[in-house]
């Protein structure tokens, strides 16, 4: 299996522009989770989707934050307007169930730069 | 508080010793924990994770839990330079992670 795909690796962006994150989960799993890491507030759960659906997005930082999974294979995380406190690192994890010992498997992740 | 807590780092040890990393937790509903490895510049990878308390060993690697002191830790036997990295302790809440801080550890050869 090719374990979870993001895209892109890097971004850098100017603060306002509209910047979006993509991930392709493990085929067969059905939680599809969207996290941040920044050095200050460490790795932070953002949303997570079950079947596609938004489950938690208790995460979500602000209304600039928007999160869409339209089929099983694909999911995005936008930012509208971007701002500098946007930069970290953004991992997608996706987990075959959610039960109390399932395991999250995490992609590559996207580091974000926003100047 | 906050609701996962490591012992800051970093954590130096030699070759061939055991690196001791700690993790409290805040919510006694907790069921379950994991231990995740990270190299700079990496993703998160899973090292094991624990449910009952005692211990559970997997090659290396020892974690043990004590729910009434709500307290768990992974043990790092015969360290080798390629087990540096920052080990972050994750905790089940509502089948949501919550992760530490994280410890860094390093192996000197």
């Known amino acids: 299996d090719a374990g979870v795909i993001q895209s892109p690796r890097h971004e850098v962006t100017e603060m306002g522009q509209e910047v979006t994150l993509r991930c392709k989960p493990i085929?067969?799993?059905?939680?599809l989770f969207w996290y941040r890491q920044t050095m200050m507030r460490g790795l932070e759960l953002l949303i997570y989707?079950?079947?596609?659906?938004?489950?938690?997005d208790s995460g979500m930082p602000e209304d600039r934050f928007s999160a869409k999974m339209p089929n099983a294979s694909f999911s995005t995380l936008k930012i509208q307007p971007s701002e500098p406190r946007d930069s970290a690192v953004y991992f997608c994890?996706?987990?075959?169930?959610?039960?109390?010992?399932?395991?999250?498997?995490f992609g590559p992740g996207t580091r974000l730069t926003v100047l | 508080q906050k609701e996962v807590e490591q012992n800051s780092g970093p954590l130096s040890v030699p070759e061939g010793a055991i690196a001791s990393l700690n993790c409290t937790y805040s919510?006694?509903?907790?069921?379950?924990f994991f231990w995740y490895r990270q190299y700079s510049g990496k993703s998160p990878e899973l090292i094991m994770f624990i449910y009952s308390n005692g211990d559970k060993e997997d090659g290396r690697f020892t974690a043990q839990l004590n729910k009434a002191s709500q307290y768990v830790s992974l043990l790092i036997r015969d360290s080798q330079p390629s087990d540096s990295a920052t080990y972050l302790c994750a905790v089940n809440q509502e089948y949501k992670l919550s992760f530490g801080a994280g410890t860094t550890v390093t192996v000197r050869a």
């Open positions: 989707f079950n079947n596609n659906v938004p489950i938690d």
């Open positions: 994890a996706s987990s075959f169930v959610l039960t109390s010992t399932d395991t999250q498997y």
């Open positions: 085929s067969g799993h059905d939680y």
């Open positions: 919510d006694r509903g907790s069921q379950s």
